[in-house]
């Protein structure tokens, strides 16, 4: 559900609990929140407020704008709340927060993300009716940073930051490696939002950690991370090496999975370098590898980097092909990568472009409008789209 369909419903359950929780959070009665309101140059009375909490109404566009103010969200994040609402039918009866996660990680192994969530979020329910021990106060920290997992691979990048940050609010309650995960996990949502300087502090410290833990799975994680921060800083030759020393630790754990994202960026960098023949063997094998393994996401992902490699050589034939490949493998189970196809149809705009095609130039605009709206995560190309858009909206 996009928000506009949501801006056009009565009120939203959902929404209006997410509001009492950050009220509550902040410690503001009705009043506040109205006085807090104004502040931010807008209004919005007590009783309003009330009705959009009870899910009676739902707030316009302009009083959410004051309310992200208010209690410092995005207002992606209330979006994403009214979207969450059709897992809510998926949500377990379970009262026992340890089986819920259990289910919950299955989900997750199985990719139903969808599935996942809602687990997650019943323990948590519990889990903070029963805070009052350390126990549920240690497995509270523990379930968040899984729920924020599930919630990045729903494309919920603001609400999994804020199921981290409540998370490292109890640090002291953490054990090592829940805290490691947590730190990895907002380096990798920072980086997605092309806060790369924030990222590499969080992985650095979080690679630093791990190996002080003797972690050898989160250190090559967090190895990863760092990697894919200096390819997205244009630091192409350290970032091979720090692609390199993850792979050796992924290695050293039996990583399979993560090894083959590895080389797909080791791939994607060695293109960047120039070094395309040995940048595309490299792709090519880690494709083999992920078909072998039924790996349909590292696929997609393969299939794209080679599309943008062959387009690099001007062979836009071949580069078609691979695009159309990776789209194929991008559309599953009632999930889409929305990320992965945004960048087939980055590419497939530009050789539009380049081949002074306009009629398929018009189609893929089309596609990357519709799938930019469902993006949270920043990488080059969004970002020179995004200035192609700014620039056509000023010449308007």
Known sequence: MGFQAAANLKGSTRLGNYLRKLRSGYGYSLRRVEERARAEGGEIDNSQLSRYEKGICYPSFDKLRVLASVFNVSIQSFSDVVDLEIFEELKPESSDPRELMASGNQAMKDGDHGGAFACYERAIELLLDERGSIEARKMLGQVRVTQAAALTRLGKLALAEQELRAALRAHARLDPTTKIRALLSLANIHADLGDTILSEIEAEKSSRLASQAGLERYEAMAKHTLARVLADQGRFAPAVDRYREAAQLYGNCGEAFEAIKVRIGIGTCYI??????????????????????????????????????????????????????????????????????????YYEWKIAGDADNPTRERITFGRLKALRSELERKFPEVEAFDSYMERGCRHA
Do not use: P
């Not at 595309?280 to 590898?289: G, K, Q, T």
């Not at 393994?293 to 691979?322: E, I």
């Not at 789209?327 to 929305?338: F, G």
């Open 272 to 345: 960047d370098l120039g070094k395309t023949r040995e940048g595309v063997r490299m792709l090519r094998s880690a494709l083999a590898d992920a078909k072998a393994a039924g790996h349909r996401r590292l696929q997609a992902f393969a299939w794209s980097s080679l599309g943008q490699a062959y387009y690099r050589q001007r062979d836009t034939d071949r580069a078609c092909g691979c695009l159309r490949e990776s789209d194929a493998l991008a559309l599953y189970n009632n999930e889409k990568q929305s990320d992965i196809l945004f960048l087939n149809a």
